[in-house]
């Protein structure tokens, strides 16, 4: 662990990826991000919007999360601080994203609760709570992030 914080100042490549804080948090990010994306897409709601912007927020954070981790994992950022500053503007944008999304998700899941038996009605709630997750994945990796950029 001294390892880990004792880099803070500089950004990771290769294997490093997975090894460092914040960066380990890019594959739950992909997992919990993914889950969403899949349990959304399985169901069918009548307010197409909110759903629209869950898929539109899970499906841009997924692919910009697996660009992020491989220029970081090739080492294209030369270890350069604007790339920190670009990492935790991404992420703060990600979790901005993803909370809205996750509160629009949550309401029309509340609001479709009227038969409760139903298959989507359950993917539905799967989602909101993966979407959560998510959120506050994303939170914590800005907040690492500001530290790490501060530390430049």
């Not at 909370?99 to 989507?120: G, H, N, Q, R, Y």
Request: proline share 4%; net charge neutral; aromatic share 18%.
């Amino acid at each position: 662990m001294a390892s880990n914080t004792a880099m803070m100042g500089h950004l990771p490549n290769g294997v490093g990826v997975c090894t460092t804080i914040p960066d380990i948090l890019y594959v739950p990010e992909l997992i919990f991000g993914g889950l969403v994306w899949i349990l959304v897409a399985c169901t069918y709601v009548v307010p197409y919007n909110p759903q629209g912007w869950v898929m539109f927020v899970s499906v841009f954070c997924f692919v910009m999360t697996f660009i992020w981790l491989v220029v970081f994992a090739c080492g294209s950022h030369g270890n350069s601080s604007g790339w920190a500053t670009a990492d935790f503007i991404y992420h703060f944008i990600a979790t901005a994203f993803y909370l809205s999304a996750s509160v629009a998700l949550a309401k029309v899941t509340m609001d479709f609760k009227s038969d409760p038996l139903i298959k989507e009605y359950k993917l539905d709630i799967s989602a909101v709570v993966f979407s959560y997750v998510a959120t506050l994945l994303y939170f914590v990796h800005t907040i690492l992030s500001a530290i790490r950029w501060k530390s430049f």
